[in-house]
């Protein structure tokens, strides 16, 4: 395989991924300081301006405190901070420095299913040789693998999205049901639902495509293999027996009637959730925070919502499943690895930006330090009408999540099968034809980039 062949696919594929990943936009221009030098164009005020300097992208809504906290604390360095745009604005702005070979921070905010993409063409940094020793333990090896292609580490995890079950207690009491425990049982719950007249038990929607990856690897799909240390050859594997289960499942649940297929984060589904269109949603530990963005919980449905664990397909052999996170990258292009990796290494890693991440919902935690936190752990959330949403349910999946492998190109993958689960939507095809051509249409594609696929 021709390697600047398979560079400039991924960078194309980048440039594509940035267009049509979810945003919800940003501001503030380009930070012109490097590391080791003086700053300019910062969204902060760096107090200790006798230290070396070291640039940063990110858009957590709390990010000006978080950098605040780090530059305060910190007698070595000293962040400046820019907020370029969330998701596709960022990776678009990135994008453009990788090409150009200049412009890009020395730290970098990535969705971790977005490592890949920007680790084929060489603009991250691997930060194991940069201090990962000391700071290996306050993760997971789950929270790890996320960030890793292969054997190297190209990000610190700083929030995720360990999946589970919101449901309507208003809507369970009046139909007389009990969380389920198991799909089987889900869909069983869903029919008494519909045979008392009640509305739908969930929905299967076309946009969340790394949601129905997440279900399909809890059943257990392996969608990717790939290592950088082989990096002309991909293992893709959609349309596996698990994956053509999960699609038929949810296929089948639609085509019964038992659950809606409303494209999720639109003004409708969001209208549906806060009137009992929906008895559940299968989700991750930031929705409460999404849902409270959006208005849910605050009206007559204030204080009708629980949350249990994710149902399994085997409770004896229970797996857990994560959707969503992102973490802090070093990218290349900085001027200091070391230094970059100090400041990807302590931002949103003290105890005051962590405690105000989660109070707030704007993060759930992979920093053990705040995940075995008694404080985060026995909160009661007032989302879920004092439920110990926490410790019943959220804490104990992200310890036994295990992590996945992403692929360079997980935005085609996704667009892909959103085009299937579309047609299975419709009826013009089954859940396993659905997987068949998802398979034959993703490898195909990377072929076309130079892959060998496996």
Same mark, same amino acid.
């Given at each position: ?63 000006? #405190? ?14 400046? &901070?820019? !907020? ?9 702005? /990135? ?10 921070? =020395? ?23 940069? @201090? ?11 929270? &790890? ?18 999946? +589970? ?6 809507? /369970? ?9 198991? &799909? ?13 007249? @009640?509305?739908? /038990? ?26 950088? +240390? ?48 929906? +008895? ?42 994560? &959707? ?19 400041? +990807?290494?302590? #931002? ?11 109070? !707030? ?23 879920? =009408?004092?439920?110990?949403? !926490? ?7 992200? !310890? ?23 047609? #299975? ?11 068949? #051509? ?17």
């Amino acid at each position: 395989m021709n390697k600047n062949r398979l560079l400039a696919a991924a960078a194309v594929l980048a440039a594509a991924t940035a267009l049509t990943a979810c945003s919800s936009g940003g501001g503030g221009g380009g930070a012109t300081a490097t590391s080791g030098s003086g700053a300019s164009n910062c969204t902060n005020t760096i107090p200790k301006k006798d230290l070396p300097v070291v640039t940063m992208w990110g858009w957590y809504p709390n990010m000006q #405190l978080v950098v605040d906290n780090f530059n305060k604390q910190n007698a070595e360095v000293q962040v400046c &901070w820019t !907020n370029v745009g969330q998701g596709s604005d960022e990776y678009d702005k /990135f994008q453009t420095a990788i090409s150009a070979g200049t412009g890009a921070p =020395d730290v970098i905010m990535i969705e971790m299913d977005r490592i890949p993409t920007f680790q084929i063409q060489n603009a991250l940094v691997d930060i194991k040789q940069h @201090g990962f020793d000391a700071v290996k333990a306050d993760y997971s090896e789950g929270a &790890w693998k996320d960030v890793s292609v292969g054997g190297a580490v190209y990000g610190v995890p700083v929030d995720g999205g360990p999946m +589970a079950m919101i449901y309507r207690k208003d809507l /369970f009491e009046k139909y007389d049901i009990t969380p389920p425990k198991t &799909w089987a049982e889900y869909e069983q719950a869903a029919q008494k639902m519909k045979d008392a007249g @009640g509305p739908a /038990f969930g929905d299967f929607a076309a946009n969340v495509s790394a949601l129905t990856m997440a279900l399909q690897i809890q059943k257990g799909a392996a969608p990717f293999t790939y290592d950088p +240390a082989q990096r002309s050859s991909i293992g893709v594997k959609l349309n596996d027996q698990a994956s053509k289960d999960v699609l038929e499942y949810w296929g089948g649940l639609a085509k019964k009637g038992l659950v809606g297929t409303q494209d999720q984060f639109t003004p409708e589904y969001i209208s549906g959730v806060i009137n009992g269109k929906y +008895a559940t949603y299968i989700s991750a530990a930031w929705a409460p925070g999404y849902l409270t963005g959006a208005g849910v919980g605050k009206g007559e449905d204030i204080g009708k919502f629980a949350v249990a664990p994710l149902p399994q397909w085997d409770p004896a052999n229970p797996v857990q499943v994560n &959707w969503g996170g992102s973490a802090f990258s070093v990218t290349s292009q900085a001027k200091n690895p070391e230094l970059a990796a100090k400041v +990807a290494y302590g #931002l949103y890693a003290d105890k005051e930006s962590l405690t105000h991440g989660w109070t !707030n919902q704007i993060i759930f935690p992979l920093n053990l330090k705040a995940l075995n936190d008694p404080e985060f752990v026995n909160l009661k959330v007032a989302f879920f =009408d004092g439920q110990q949403a !926490n410790k019943e349910v959220y804490v104990p999946a992200a !310890n036994a999540y295990q992590g996945v492998t992403y692929s360079p190109f997980g935005q085609y993958y996704f667009d892909a099968m959103t085009k299937q689960v579309s047609a #299975l939507i419709e009826g013009s095809v089954t859940g396993a034809q659905a997987a068949d #051509l998802v398979q034959e249409d993703v490898a195909k594609y990377a072929k076309e980039q130079g892959f060998t696929v496996q």
